[in-house]
């Protein structure tokens, strides 16, 4: 089966711009969480979303933000980037709930400028 | 923050056994220790897991101490596609808390 599609894979954007990242989950899977991952702080959790609920949010700012549709698909926003959002974001889909086995995409390397 | 500490980095030579230790002193009886790991430019993969029990699949071994605060990841033969960074986690499987990945380890494999 096809594994966690992110588009797009890699991204420019210019400081104050917006952003929206995508993830296609496993087929059948319900639970979608997002990461940053930069060199200085490694992966970092940014929040997790279920059946369209919002579950988990890790301590990032009101600028980024995301939602689920009923396809179980994921999009993440962030607005009024800062040069300190370039990182790769990850997408990770799992049948329940992170603490089962996750499956993780290739990610969407976002380059702001 | 993270519940486990890995050493940060590790070296193993081809076709030996790579033996990746994680100490997790504070996990609860209802946490769980999950392996992923992240070869560069790529996402994380899921390795193993385990609750108390040593446990084996086609990619590794898991053995977890009897009082559980430490566990040793074992890849069997390593191969230069095994040099990624390994993340040990501990969960709690019926909880839906949020995922603290720790920096992991760093393991070369040398031909």
């Known amino acids: 089966k096809a594994g966690v599609t992110q588009t797009p894979r890699y991204l420019i954007k210019t400081r104050g711009q917006q952003v929206t990242l995508s993830c296609s989950p496993i087929s059948g899977h319900r639970s979608v969480s997002w990461y940053q991952q930069t060199p200085g702080q490694g992966l970092q959790f940014l929040f997790e979303?279920?059946?369209?609920?919002?579950?988990n949010k890790g301590n990032f700012p009101g600028r980024f933000s995301g939602r689920q549709f009923s396809n179980s698909r994921s999009e993440m926003n962030v607005s009024t980037l800062e040069l300190g959002d370039s990182a790769l974001y990850l997408c990770?889909?799992?049948?329940?709930?992170?603490?089962?086995?996750?499956?993780f995409g290739q990610g969407t390397r976002l380059t702001v400028v | 923050d993270a519940k486990t500490t890995q050493p940060p980095s590790m070296d193993c030579a081809e076709g030996r056994a790579a033996n990746l230790p994680c100490n997790h002193s504070t996990i609860s009886g209802n946490e769980y220790v999950y392996w992923y790991r992240q070869i560069h430019s790529q996402g994380p993969q899921y390795i193993i897991h385990?609750?108390?029990n040593n446990e084996t699949n086609e990619m590794a071994s898991l053995i977890i101490t009897e009082d559980r605060k430490s566990s040793t990841l074992i890849l069997p033969h390593a191969t230069l596609r095994d040099t990624a960074v390994y993340y040990c986690?501990?969960?709690?499987?019926?909880?839906?808390?949020?995922?603290?990945f720790g920096p992991g380890t760093s393991l070369s494999v040398i031909p």
């Open positions: 385990g609750l108390k």
């Open positions: 979303y279920f059946s369209e609920t919002q579950r």
């Open positions: 986690i501990v969960l709690k499987k019926t909880s839906y808390d949020k995922v603290i």
């Open positions: 990770a889909s799992s049948f329940e709930a992170l603490n089962t086995e996750a499956f």
